[in-house]
């Protein structure tokens, strides 16, 4: 099996609702699921591959988009907390707190128990204090607006929760062995760099950076087991013999022989339904009714004499998954890890399972070149957001010193606001040059730093350049004074203006 991890980085908020519908409540998951880089590529490769290959790629789940997990503090992979861990409701969430796996027998009742969900556990940590990994999506309040009239529309208030900006996932690209090692390095390629992802991927939202990782693959291959526990590290969609979704999980539906059976005492299970927008074809697909990630099922045999099953099941069902829509990351599993096999986790780190290599020869194809001139322009994406990162590093400074030096009421910005820095963004998105963009920002009446505006004149104090005053000076100065390549530098100048929207509105 051919394995590929690796890493997205959010340079933007990425809504992903849980469900498909524009009324109620809007929840985010806490994760990209891998349908979210399958439609990408589907939308890049479908039109120019043979219809073979599509079905190969994108339907057959013979290659998989996985779901791409939160890394820890420390860069170590995560995986959904177990439902059969509790914790003591009283008990503070921390690294070190203690943790019951519950699948091992209920304990006594002198505390309150508490089931660990909806965060992430690294089980190689570096500091215990990176050892869970808790994602909080941030909440915006919108409204549309009147294209007519410029202003906000009647009753159309609404809200987006989404994936915070500046954090890295791990996901992996895996394939069957009688997957092309040509195709299979055309779809990594075309994964790479710079994509859109979400909902609301034309406005403010989406942009996320995608390169290779070589975190390894964490599961070990299992062994011939009488009793197996299958840990689901992406939710499962299950049917029974007449194609109905599933939710008590029988021994054929996860692959395993007909004598095993699932027994209750030791499962642990959390479901989820919902429908997904299939953005090509404008609507909704079949609602889907799956058992949701994190949760922990226990099979064991039932024959006399205790049969088990054989290694070569095991690493079957763990390579390729189990039940439907493996192609869009579902079905993920790890068959009876041993972080489940004592009453209380003992986080050693687990030998990383060695992955193929690919070596192969450029195929000439206009795809292929088309691809490798996109990944040389995206080639640059990492200088460009390093140095915007350190930009901002001297912004937020600014903002203080603005608010020590002069008056500021509270719920006012400073300095410049989260919309004067999406002019900036805008014009540098825009402009044809860099000379042309410091016309546009700081000359003439119509500049967007204007030498009168209020916001843009507020006076800072830097003890390292006593020179600049305020923030039109510090910005004109860092464009003026950047060594980058000119063309480099709008990009720069696009993606700090991004990040210092958010400044700015953290300060109101």
């Not at 013999?241 to 699932?262: I, Y």
């Not at 069902?317 to 009453?343: D, E, F, M, S, T």
């Not at 006012?412 to 999406?422: I, L």
Request: glycine share 6%; charged share 30%; with cysteine.
């Amino acid at each position: 099996m051919k394995i590929q991890p690796f890493k997205v980085t959010t340079l933007e908020e990425v809504v992903i609702s849980e469900r498909a519908a524009n009324e109620g409540g809007h929840v985010s998951l806490n994760y990209l699921p891998g349908a979210t880089f399958l439609g990408a590529i589907a939308a890049r490769l479908y039109q120019d591959l043979s219809e073979q290959e599509t079905y190969q790629v994108f339907h057959s789940g013979k290659v998989r988009f996985g779901n791409a997990l939160p890394l820890s503090e420390d860069e170590q992979q995560t995986y959904p907390m177990p439902l059969c861990w509790y914790k003591k409701k009283s008990e503070d969430f921390s690294g070190t707190m203690s943790l019951i796996n519950y699948q091992h027998g209920k304990h006594n009742n002198r505390f309150q128990p508490q089931q660990m969900r909806d965060k992430y556990v690294s089980l190689g940590a570096v500091d215990t204090k990176n050892r869970f990994t808790e994602i909080v999506p941030r909440f915006r309040m919108k409204t549309a607006i009147d294209p007519e009239v410029g202003t906000a529309r009647d009753n159309q208030l609404f809200g987006y929760t989404s994936l915070p900006n500046n954090h890295e996932f791990i996901a992996s690209l895996e394939a069957d062995d009688d997957i092309d090692k040509n195709l299979f390095k055309q779809i990594l390629d075309s994964l790479q760099g710079e994509l859109k992802l979400g909902r609301s991927r034309s406005a403010e939202y989406g942009a996320v950076k995608i390169e290779v990782s070589e975190h390894p693959d964490e599961r070990p291959l299992p062994k011939a087991a009488s009793e197996v526990t299958i840990w689901l590290l992406a939710d499962t969609a299950l049917q029974d013999d007449n194609g109905q979704p599933l939710l008590h999980p029988t021994a054929k539906s996860v692959g395993l022989p007909a004598h095993f059976e699932l027994d209750m005492e030791k499962t642990f299970i959390r479901t989820r339904r919902y429908a997904p927008f299939n953005a090509y074809r404008r609507r909704r697909e079949l609602e889907r009714l799956v058992l949701s990630m994190g949760s922990v099922l226990y099979f064991k045999s039932q024959t006399p004499d205790q049969n088990g099953v054989e290694a070569e099941t095991l690493e079957r069902i763990q390579a390729k998954g189990i039940g439907l829509y493996r192609q869009a990351g579902l079905g993920r599993v790890w068959i009876n890890p041993a972080i489940l096999a004592k009453k209380s986790p003992q986080f050693d780190k687990l030998p990383p399972q060695k992955k193929d290599s690919i070596s192969v020869s450029e195929p000439d194809h206009p795809v292929f070149h088309y691809l490798t001139q996109r990944r040389k322009h995206d080639s640059d994406t990492s200088r460009v957001e390093k140095q915007a990162k350190k930009w901002i590093t001297q912004l937020k400074p600014l903002y203080d010193s603005a608010k020590k030096l002069s008056y500021v009421p509270p719920g006012v910005c400073p300095g410049p606001t989260g919309t004067q820095w999406g002019r900036v963004r805008d014009k540098a998105k825009n402009a044809n040059s860099i000379n042309s963009l410091e016309e546009q920002l700081f000359v003439g009446e119509d500049a967007v730093c204007k030498e009168n505006d209020q916001q843009w004149c507020k006076r800072v104090h830097i003890a390292s350049q006593k020179e600049i005053t305020d923030f039109r000076q510090w910005l004109r100065n860092q464009i003026t004074q950047q060594k980058e390549r000119r063309e480099l530098l709008l990009r720069i100048v696009a993606r700090f203006a991004r990040l210092a929207r958010d400044v700015a509105d953290e300060q109101t």
